[in-house]
């Protein structure tokens, strides 16, 4: 195939790390390398990277170095949050959360309604957002924690999150957000917000993999451990630190977060452009989710008489790297939970695809996806038996019309 180029808009998955992270990485694999619990010189070299870089996330967030844990990424920061009140939930016994959460937390949350606590389910409107009507009818004084994401990974909608943990406020319940997608593309600070617990991820921002914070409000106590052993991260997740991976977290999220101003407006700009570009180019296209109220980054697609997984592969074909539902679901034929709780049927939720763009993305990669796009799209629908039928019956409608104008 003529000028195969490789085009990654798939930064919703993950990102690759930002060569200024790497650098300030590769000491702490190599000369500085002791033990950030070890009393001698070597352990205290890297004790102070650890110290600096709780700082610099706690400063980004505005909030108090104490208040945040390192732990191995967001989904075990999404399971702490859920898992971590144990016995401090003051005898209360139910969860809150929605039903478009990631199986960080769906998972989770089954698992700990296998255990006896009862889980509630908020629903999401066509574009994929929360009610805080909704929350106010399903909390009550039995309610120990709600959990809603920030943003969602599928399509990209931004949820009413200081309206929601208000609520959970009024009804002496902790509020925990998932914001593994929102940070780094959005403002977000978790006083502003008035969440409790807030999850966030490094390589969602150029950052390394394997790597996030859980923030705690400072006068919350998460009784249970996830991880027992030594005494780090002041007690509560045990394991040596990672130290070239706390120190990327922090720098990652630093210049992710400063030059978000940027970033975001550019890549806003030319997703615009690709959804203008899709809808006039393209026929039975849907744009899945909210048109404002997005990430920036996020453009979620349903294309008729497709499915996804055969479009992801047209697409891989020439070298454009995208998504069909979410990353940690490929693979699965399920359709995407998330666009079925949106209430769309089985086939658009399986012909559905998510681009996401990333700093890097230029327009010419756009416009190479989009006449990409519409080459994969003519032969997928060309072998359609669907499309075939449609076409027929477009036709049927055709005659029949032109016949009453005869008669
Ligand atoms: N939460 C959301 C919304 C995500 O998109 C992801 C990853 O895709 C996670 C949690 C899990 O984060 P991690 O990959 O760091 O475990």
């Given at each position: 195939?003529?000028?195969?180029?490789?085009?990654?808009?798939?930064?919703?998955?993950?990102?690759?790390?930002?060569?200024?992270?790497?650098?300030?990485?590769?000491?702490?694999?190599?000369?500085?390398?002791?033990?950030?619990?070890?009393?001698?010189?070597?352990?205290?070299?890297?004790?102070?990277?650890?110290?600096?870089?709780?700082?610099?996330?706690?400063?980004?967030?505005?909030?108090?170095?104490?208040?945040?844990?390192?732990?191995?990424?967001?989904?075990?920061?999404?399971?702490?949050?859920?898992?971590?009140?144990?016995?401090?939930?003051?005898?209360?016994?139910?969860?809150?959360?929605?039903?478009?959460?990631?199986?960080a937390i769906l998972k989770t949350a089954k698992q700990l309604q296998e255990q006896g606590i009862s889980v509630k389910y908020l629903s999401v409107d066509e574009y994929g957002q929360v009610s805080p009507d909704e929350l106010k009818k399903m909390i009550s004084d039995k309610t120990a924690l709600v959990s809603v994401m920030l943003a969602n990974n599928e399509v990209g909608t931004i949820q009413p999150i200081k309206e929601l943990a208000s609520i959970a406020k009024a009804h002496g319940a902790l509020f925990h957000t998932d914001a593994v997608q929102a940070v780094g593309s959005i403002d977000v600070k978790p006083k502003e917000l008035g969440v409790d617990m807030m999850s966030v991820s490094g390589h969602?921002?150029?950052?390394?993999?394997?790597?996030?914070?859980?923030?705690?409000?400072?006068?919350?106590?998460?009784?249970?451990?996830?991880?027992?052993?030594?005494?780090?991260?002041?007690?509560?997740?045990?394991?040596?630190?990672?130290?070239?991976?706390?120190?990327?977290?922090?720098e990652s999220l630093f210049l992710a977060v400063n030059e978000m101003g940027k970033n975001s407006a550019k890549i806003q700009e030319l997703r615009d452009y690709f959804v203008k570009e899709v809808e006039s180019k393209i026929s039975h296209v849907i744009l899945n989710g909210h048109r404002e109220n997005r990430l920036p980054q996020n453009t979620n697609f349903s294309f008729e008489f497709i499915e996804g997984e055969g479009l992801l592969f047209g697409l891989d074909m020439f070298g454009i790297a995208c998504s069909s539902g979410s990353a940690c679901s490929s693979g699965s034929l399920e359709p995407s939970h998330v666009l079925l709780a949106m209430g769309f049927s089985h086939e658009r939720a399986h012909g559905s695809i998510r681009f996401s763009l990333g700093k890097h993305t230029t327009k010419s990669e756009i416009d190479y996806t989009v006449n990409s796009l519409h080459k994969v799209c003519k032969k997928l629908r060309d072998l359609s038996p669907l499309y075939a039928q449609y076409n027929a019956s477009q036709q049927n409608d055709l005659h029949r019309a032109s016949a009453k104008r005869m008669v």
């Open positions: 195939m003529e000028n195969i180029k490789r085009v990654y808009l798939d930064h919703s998955a993950t990102t690759p790390v930002d060569p200024r992270v790497l650098k300030k990485m590769l000491p702490y694999f190599g000369e500085v390398f002791g033990n950030a619990n070890s009393q001698h010189s070597f352990g205290q070299a890297t004790n102070i990277a650890v110290d600096e870089a709780r700082r610099k996330v706690a400063d980004v967030f505005n909030v108090k170095p104490n208040e945040i844990y390192f732990t191995s990424g967001g989904t075990e920061a999404d399971n702490w949050a859920l898992k971590g009140l144990g016995k401090s939930n003051k005898g209360r016994t139910e969860i809150i959360t929605s039903k478009i959460e990631h199986d969602k921002f150029y950052g390394p993999k394997g790597v996030g914070i859980l923030y705690v409000r400072g006068g919350v106590k998460l009784e249970n451990r996830l991880i027992t052993g030594g005494f780090q991260e002041r007690t509560m997740r045990g394991g040596t630190t990672n130290v070239p991976l706390v120190v990327g977290f922090a």
